[in-house]
């Protein structure tokens, strides 16, 4: 079944630019939207954006000025970046795709595989 | 933006029934989906569209939704219940994600 499996440094410096890839394997990258979500430490989950995998995206607004959402078919991953970080951006990064159900009212997009997380600091 | 609304807590004894509200404008014209989260693990999808349930997932666990309430209901309740759960849903008005601020189901 699909996997998926985030990667990246696990420490950043403030100011600098967080960069995370996620990995798809046992499926394509293709026909779906995908998603990263973050979880500071005790704290619930906040969406940051999705990807379409042909290159459409769509920001948290609380986020926008500083996400880069970015994927490459080829390579079946896609990526985060996050520019300026503090303190703040201290959290598990996970990655999820977004199944859907279609029906005539519309689609609607859930997240059903999600990778394991991965934990980034945000210290000097 | 749309907001939900969760309880950060609920309390249920073994066996005896859960019940975990997200409060949300008109929720009940939008698809709301569930996700269980237990300490350092990745969230689960429980519930999707609603009230389906993915496969794998108990009889146990079922959703409803309608006007500014939708609620995930756990039906006798087990000790390996107890986990953080979150409402989420896709606003397709804006095009964003949105999660509930989550619950903490404790069994007492």
């Known amino acids: 079944q699909v996997q998926l499996q985030e990667s990246g440094p696990g420490l950043v410096k403030p100011s600098e630019t967080l960069s995370l890839t996620c990995t798809v394997s046992?499926?394509?990258?293709?026909?779906?939207?995908w998603s990263w979500i973050r979880q500071p430490p005790g704290k619930g989950l906040e969406w940051i954006g999705y990807?379409?995998?042909?290159?459409?995206?769509n920001y948290n607004p609380s986020l926008k000025s500083r996400v880069t959402i970015s994927v490459d078919t080829s390579k079946n991953q896609f990526s985060l970046k996050l520019s300026s970080v503090t303190a703040a951006d201290t959290a598990v990064y996970y990655c999820a795709r977004h199944d859907r159900v279609i029906t005539f009212g519309g689609y609607y997009y859930y997240m059903d595989v999600w990778g394991k997380g991965t934990t980034v600091t945000v210290s000097s | 933006s749309y907001v939900l609304t969760q309880p950060p807590s609920v309390s249920v004894a073994p066996g005896k029934t859960a019940r975990i509200t997200c409060g949300g404008n008109?929720?009940?014209?939008?698809?709301v989906h569930w996700y269980q989260q237990k300490p350092g693990q990745a969230p689960v999808l429980v519930i999707y569209y609603d009230s389906d349930r993915p496969s794998g997932i108990p009889e146990r666990f079922s959703g409803s939704n309608s006007g500014n309430t939708a609620t995930l209901t756990i039906s006798r309740v087990e000790a390996g219940d107890e986990a953080d759960y979150y409402c989420q849903v896709w606003d397709s008005s804006s095009d964003l994600v949105v999660f509930g601020g989550g619950t903490k189901l404790t069994v007492l």
């Open positions: 990807i379409y995998y042909s290159g459409s995206t």
């Open positions: 008109n929720i009940g014209s939008k698809s």
């Open positions: 046992g499926g394509s990258i293709s026909s779906y939207y």
